[in-house]
């Protein structure tokens, strides 16, 4: 089995640590932990991992946020992953911060990264983890808000909450969308 595990974020290091980098954190964190290394390839950084007879593909894609439907098209096509078994990973403001909710679809809401992946791949059924980065900001500062970097406190909780992300992006990989909604939705 294929999976394409697909964490949404802006390359450059005054992004590193802001709201929307979310994804690229998740996927940083679960190769820190299970040793596999980001290779910079075509449209993304790319790692693979081989776990309990999965081959899993990671991308960050380099295209920043809004393009990011280019570089998960060109890997599910690359890499033959259906849209069932791609998941994206991705920050949302409708969640308090630390808050992680798995769907097997959905709409954009308005996130531009999922708006470009739904017009390149034709469907917006495709899994998604969303991460919840809360939505304290003042009306019209969004932008602001996202790309700012989380606050200390925020960053003291990040370890669990990227732990918990892990955790839900590998038992997607093993026991499949429905099994890790029922064991992790909160």
Not at 49 to 54: I, M, N, Q, S
Not at 64 to 80: C, E, F, H, P, W
Not at 163 to 183: E, H, P, R, W, Y
Request: glycine share 10%.
């Amino acid at each position: 089995m294929k999976y394409l595990i697909a964490g949404l974020g802006n390359i450059g290091p005054e992004y590193a640590f802001t709201r929307h980098n979310a994804g690229f954190m998740v996927l940083d964190r679960l190769a820190a932990q299970h040793d596999f290394k980001f290779s910079f390839e075509k449209l993304a950084f790319v790692a693979e991992w081989k776990y309990k007879g999965r081959h899993i593909y990671f991308i960050k894609p380099t295209t920043y946020m809004n393009l990011s439907g280019k570089a998960i098209r060109y890997y599910m096509d690359q890499y033959k992953v259906t849209a069932e078994n791609t998941l994206v990973i991705v920050d949302e403001l409708q969640l308090p911060f630390g808050a992680l909710r798995i769907k097997p679809k959905g709409s954009h809401g308005g996130h531009n990264g999922l708006k470009n992946i739904e017009e390149l791949l034709g469907t917006s059924e495709y899994p998604r983890l969303r991460f919840g980065i809360g939505n304290n900001f003042p009306r019209g500062r969004q932008v602001d808000y996202v790309l700012k970097p989380f606050s200390n406190e925020e960053m003291t909780e990040l370890p669990i909450i990227l732990d918990k992300a892990g955790d839900m992006v590998t038992s997607f990989c093993t026991l499949g969308i429905q099994s890790t909604m029922n064991n992790y939705n909160q």
